[in-house]
T-cell receptor, first 118, second 114 residues
Framework: GAVVSQHPSWVICKSGTSVKIECRSLDFQATTMFWYRQFPKQSLMLMATSNEGSKATYEQGVEKDKFLINHASLTLSTLTVTSAHPEDSSFYIC??????????????FGSGTRLTVV | QKEVEQDPGPLSVPEGAIVSLNCTYSNSAFQYFMWYRQYSRKGPELLMYTYSSGNKEDGRFTAQVDKSSKYISLFIRDSQPSDSATYLCAMSEIGTDSWGKLQFGAGTQVVVTP
C-alpha cells in the first residue's frame, strides 16, 4: 500500500531557530500533500495544502511566512517552521493521496513529527 | 458549531465486546467518509473508507453511513486490548475546491480491558 515517510519523528529546538520537516511519498506520486497540526488530546487541524510546483494554500489563521511549505517534486514536501516559539510546539503530520487509486483512495499519513521549542 | 462532532470518551470496554463509535456532521457536501486509528505519538492509520450510505465491512470492522441523518458509525467486533487507541472520523467533499481537505472529529479514546 501507499507509504508516506516523515522525518524527523521528533525534534527539540531553541526559540528563534528554524526547523524543517520532510514528508516523502515512497511508492507513489503525490501532486498534493497536506500538512496538519495536532495539539495534545485534540484533533488534527489542517494547516495548508502543498501543491507540487506551485505555492501552497494556507488555511485561515495560519501564518504563511512562519510555516514555509515547499513541494519541489512529486514525492517530497517540506514544512519549515521559522523563528520557532514555544507556542509552536505541537505534533505536525503530513498526508498524501495516491491519485492512481481514483475514487478508491484513502489518505495516507506520515508518522508525525513532535516539535518541542524550548 | 464544529463541522464534525465526535465524543472524545474515554470509552472503556471489556475484551471481546463490541466497540461502537460515531460521528455527526453538519456539512451536507461531505461525500467521503473515513475512520482512522491513532496510537499515542503516531500518525493516523486508515481503517475504513466509504463514499456511499450503507454498511461496509472489513474483518472485525463495520462502517455505517447515513447521509440523510448526517451520521456515521464504526463498530469493532471481538475487541482486543491491541485495539486500545484513539479513533478519528474524517470526512471530505469530492469534486469541489475543498476536495482533499479532511475535516476530523475530535477522536474517541478507546480502552479495551483484558
Amino acid at each position: 500500500g501507499a507509504v508516506v515517510s516523515q522525518h524527523p519523528s521528533w525534534v527539540i529546538c531553541k526559540s528563534g531557530t528554524s526547523v524543517k520537516i520532510e514528508c516523502r511519498s515512497l511508492d507513489f506520486q503525490a501532486t498534493t500533500m497536506f500538512w496538519y497540526r495536532q495539539f495534545p488530546k485534540q484533533s488534527l487541524m489542517l494547516m495548508a495544502t502543498s501543491n507540487e510546483g506551485s505555492k501552497a494554500t494556507y488555511e485561515q489563521g495560519v501564518e504563511k511566512d512562519k510555516f514555509l511549505i515547499n513541494h519541489a517534486s512529486l514525492t517530497l514536501s517540506t514544512l519549515t517552521v521559522t523563528s520557532a516559539h514555544p507556542e509552536d510546539s505541537s505534533f505536525y503530520i503530513c498526508s498524501a493521496r495516491d491519485l492512481s487509486a481514483g475514487y478508491n483512495y484513502g489518505y495516507t499519513f506520515g508518522s508525525g513529527t513532535r516539535l518541542t521549542v524550548v | 458549531q464544529k463541522e464534525v462532532e465526535q465524543d472524545p470518551g474515554p470509552l472503556s470496554v471489556p475484551e471481546g465486546a463490541i466497540v461502537s463509535l460515531n460521528c455527526t456532521y453538519s456539512n451536507s457536501a461531505f461525500q467521503y467518509f473515513m475512520w482512522y486509528r491513532q496510537y499515542s505519538r503516531k500518525g493516523p492509520e486508515l481503517l475504513m473508507y466509504t463514499y456511499s450510505s450503507g454498511n461496509k465491512e472489513d474483518g472485525r470492522f463495520t462502517a455505517q453511513v447515513d447521509k440523510s441523518s448526517k451520521y456515521i458509525s464504526l463498530f469493532i467486533r471481538d475487541s482486543q486490548p491491541s485495539d486500545s487507541a484513539t479513533y478519528l472520523c474524517a470526512m471530505s467533499e469530492i469534486g469541489t475546491d475543498s476536495w482533499g481537505k479532511l475535516q476530523f472529529g475530535a477522536g474517541t479514546q478507546v480502552v479495551v480491558t483484558p
